[in-house]
């Protein structure tokens, strides 16, 4: 019997449009490639699978965008933790620089998706700003921007007054603007990454939790919990924070925290032009970062940490709440329409990590909090290489797969990591 697929209660899931057909997958099939997983790095593999000609079958759990691809906070920022000059220090120039390449298209590639493919999906491209929330990340934002700007990005850096005009708030010492970025209705996105996969010929099955993946003459056989099975050629696995047992130790290269969210009731026009005026998205320098941004419904969405367990109550978002009213005191009062959250699949260096324990067993794993681009771009990635077999369409190296040491005690090690960088982030000021 299959599982039903409820959404996480979200804003995304209440203002998106409606999700394609994807019914579970019934009886055997055969496909050239099997994805498992429907999150924005999946659905881009069936994706861009499909536009070659290769038959692809993708099976998801739940439904697409059920995972972090239908949860997040929806911004679109080009890049990763690492700035360019950390990718050739640790690649070596050349690499270091097609890293930089790629790293730094991942928003053309989902802006330029929507316009392609006539997705619905309510976006706005203004910009990413960067806060700094510290003396220190003033010097970081200041290189960040000038590498990216010597590299053709016409990023811009703000003082204090032009990022609290930009914002509408005082909190930050300075920041950057990074014009490649902007913001998407994250759900509406990964639906509309799944219309366009099946308008190329994919075959989706959500509802289909994979149980089992047996190798099978050159390729395998991929079984669902309903017992239909997928018999193809290659895999790629692309289940993000949502990874369970099926490849051994995979899930022990992660750590999958949960990151919360809270969104307003549409406000006013009045407020609404108080906050984020230009329309760009926005995060700051912090460890344990605050993003915030306005919906295209004038929403003021505020994400950031929480308990590492599921939540239990609306207490477990009140900690957002307080940051929402210190940012922007004319919220106080405002009712939260919306609270939810996701897991996002943290690696130990912070980078996405491709797997191939075996010849054809292709694996995608590591978002951080840049997976809107980075994911698409991955897919389309991983679909040139499972296509041709061309190890330098990845753009990472492909690495064994290693369990983080002690990974059992993970839950306490996150907690831990989080009450260090609570201390060393400093707290949110009162509004000036
Ligand atoms: C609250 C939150 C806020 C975020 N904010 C941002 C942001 O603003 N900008 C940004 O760029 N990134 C953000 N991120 C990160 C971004 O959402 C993720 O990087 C991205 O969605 C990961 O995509 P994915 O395809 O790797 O995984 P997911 O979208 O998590 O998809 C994995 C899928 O695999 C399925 N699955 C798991 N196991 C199986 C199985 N055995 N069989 C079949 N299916 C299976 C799951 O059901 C799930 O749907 C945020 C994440 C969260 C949670």
């Keep these: 019997m299959a599982e039903p697929f409820p959404l996480a209660p979200s804003l995304w899931a209440a203002t998106a449009p409606p999700p394609v057909e994807t019914p579970p997958l019934d009886r055997d099939t055969e496909a050239d490639v099997c994805v498992i997983g429907g999150g924005y790095a999946g659905l881009s593999t069936a994706l861009h699978l499909a536009g070659r000609g290769v038959a692809v079958a993708l099976l998801e759990a739940h439904e697409p965008g059920w995972g972090g691809s239908g949860r997040n906070g929806g911004q679109v920022i080009p890049g990763i933790k690492y700035d360019p000059s950390e990718l050739t220090a640790k690649y070596g120039p050349e690499a270091g620089e097609a890293l930089a390449a790629f790293v730094g298209g991942t928003a053309d590639i989902v802006f330029d998706l929507i316009a392609r493919h006539g997705m619905d999906v309510p976006h706005v491209r203004a910009g990413w700003i960067q806060g700094a929330h510290t003396d220190e990340m003033i010097r970081t934002v200041k290189r960040r921007a000038a590498e990216w700007a010597a590299r053709g990005v016409a990023a811009e850096v703000l003082d204090r007054d032009q990022v609290a005009a930009a914002l509408g708030s005082r909190q930050y010492l300075g920041g950057w603007l990074d014009p490649r970025g902007g913001g998407v209705q994250p759900l509406a996105y990964a639906r509309g990454l799944a219309r366009a996969a099946q308008k190329a010929g994919a ?4 509802g289909s939790r994979v149980t089992a993946l047996d190798r099978s003459g050159n390729g395998f056989v991929v079984t669902t919990a ?8 290659k895999v790629v696995m692309a289940t993000g924070g949502y990874t369970g047992d099926l490849v051994p130790k995979l899930r022990q290269t ?6 919360f969210i809270v969104a307003t009731a549409p406000l006013g026009d009045n407020v609404a032009k108080s906050i984020l005026p230009g329309g760009q998205v926005t995060s700051d ?9 306005k919906d295209h419904q004038n929403r003021v969405l505020m994400g950031g940490r929480g308990p590492f367990r599921e939540p239990g109550a609306a207490s477990d978002w009140a900690h957002l709440e307080r940051v929402l009213t210190k940012f922007y005191p004319q919220l106080a009062g405002a009712p939260i329409e919306h609270r939810w959250c996701g897991r996002v699949a943290l690696t130990r260096d912070f ?8 010849a054809g067993l292709i694996i995608d794993i590591g978002c951080m909090g840049r997976g809107v681009g980075l994911q698409t771009a991955m897919g389309r990635a991983l679909a040139a290489y499972a296509a041709t077999g061309e190890r330098s369409e990845l753009p990472f190296p492909i690495t064994p797969i290693e369990p983080l040491p002690f990974h059992a005690l993970h839950k306490l090690y996150v907690s831990a990591i989080i009450a260090w960088y609570r201390m060393t982030d400093g707290g949110v000021k009162a509004a000036a």
């Excluded at 992660?254 to 990151?259: E, L, T």
């Excluded at 320098?285 to 941004?293: A, E, G, S, W």
């Design 203 to 206: 075959a989706l099955h959500g």
């Design 226 to 233: 309903q017992g239909a099975r997928v018999k193809t050629g």
């Design 351 to 358: 980078l996405p990590h491709i797997h191939e324990p075996e």
């Design 285 to 293: 320098t912090r460890q344990l970062l605050l993003y915030f941004r």
């Design 254 to 259: 992660i750590i999958a925290p949960n990151s």
